[in-house]
């Protein structure tokens, strides 16, 4: 993938590019004044979703108001069987950035609609801060990761602990019961 700005604009007008993508500030402004560009031209993470939700921040900050959907964390999905996806920062890079954190795994395995559907053996993983309990990062590598990472992600953007989200009952059987599963095994 690349960004596509060939005959973006038009002759002799020239925008700040970098590495090929256009350069922008925080609100989506380019380098020429009440120009905006979102979405691939401008970002090296070309997901359809980060275009779409920079694309409706962009335009709430060109009407003075606050961006409704937090652009910086970005769910990461790899559409294969079994499916991955991302959220946050791992362990491993926690630790780099001289972070104590703690994590909680579940092998998905045991998982009753994992079995029901006869799915791949998969896990899923929660990082969370040491002492705050703060969940920092998630990462899945099981049938429907793809659907399951959203909830994660909504843990992350609103700062949600560990204690907060295993308040939520999970039906039984779903896959979404390993979330549960993870975040009982946090720190153990």
Excluded: W
């Amino acid at each position: 993938r690349r960004p596509n700005t060939a005959g973006l604009l038009g002759e002799g007008i020239a925008l700040e590019m970098e590495g090929g993508f256009l350069v922008v500030d925080n609100h989506f402004e380019t380098s020429m004044k009440n120009v905006y560009a979102v979405g691939d031209v401008s970002s090296r993470v070309q997901l359809a979703h980060v275009a779409s939700a920079q694309g409706i921040a962009a335009v709430e900050m060109m009407a003075g108001k606050e961006p409704a959907i937090i652009v910086t964390a970005i769910p990461g999905c790899i559409y294969t069987t079994p499916e991955i996806a991302s959220i946050g920062i791992t362990a491993d890079e926690a630790k780099a950035n001289g972070r104590a954190v703690k994590t909680g795994k579940y092998v998905m395995y045991a998982n009753g609609k994992t079995m029901i559907k006869n799915g791949a053996r998969g896990f899923i993983k929660i990082v969370a801060d040491a002492e705050t309990d703060v969940i920092l990062g998630a990462q899945l590598m099981c049938e429907r990761a793809t659907d399951m990472i959203s909830e994660l992600t909504t843990a992350v953007v609103n700062g949600l602990t560990v204690e907060q989200m295993l308040k939520v009952m999970r039906p039984h059987p779903t896959f979404n019961e390993g979330i549960t599963d993870a975040l009982e095994n946090v720190g153990k």
